[in-house]
Nanobody, 121 residues
Framework: QLQLVESGGGLVQPGGSLRLSCAAS????????ISWFRQAPGKEREGVSC????????NYADSVKGRFTISRDNAKNTVYLQMNSLKPEDTAVYYC??????????????WGQGTQVTVSA
């Protein structure tokens, strides 16, 4: 019942753009911080970006600063990752994570299944 579904991936040429979406089902994202991760074959999973529950605080990996923008629309229960000036090294499966600290003091998070982004000429 609790699901995160990523979409928007695909094949693009270097310099192109994509907008990834992370939509929640079965729960509201209002209280969750959201992170995007990516993993390329043979490489460690890498944190890409994160955004606070209010949207007031964002962070980016150095490799994507100035090119990627994370945002959220709580009314649509969806988080976005706008990816511009894409490079071949951005090729990876991109995952969405929603996390929250509960009133019992435990951290609870949810993962999507990922969406493939391929940047190639």
């Amino acid at each position: 019942q609790l699901q995160l579904v990523e979409s928007g991936g695909g094949l693009v040429q270097p310099g192109g753009s994509l907008r990834l979406s992370c939509a929640a089902s079965g729960f509201t994202l209002d209280y969750y911080a959201i992170s995007w991760f990516r993993q390329a074959p043979g490489k460690e999973r890498e944190g890409v970006s994160c955004i606070s529950s209010s949207g007031g605080t964002t962070n980016y990996a150095d490799s994507v600063k100035g090119r990627f923008t994370i945002s959220r629309d709580n009314a649509k229960n969806t988080v976005y990752l706008q990816m511009n000036s894409l490079k071949p090294e951005d090729t990876a499966v991109y995952y969405c994570n929603a996390g929250v600290w509960t009133t019992m003091g435990a951290y609870r998070d949810y993962w999507g299944q990922g969406t493939q982004v391929t940047v190639s000429a």
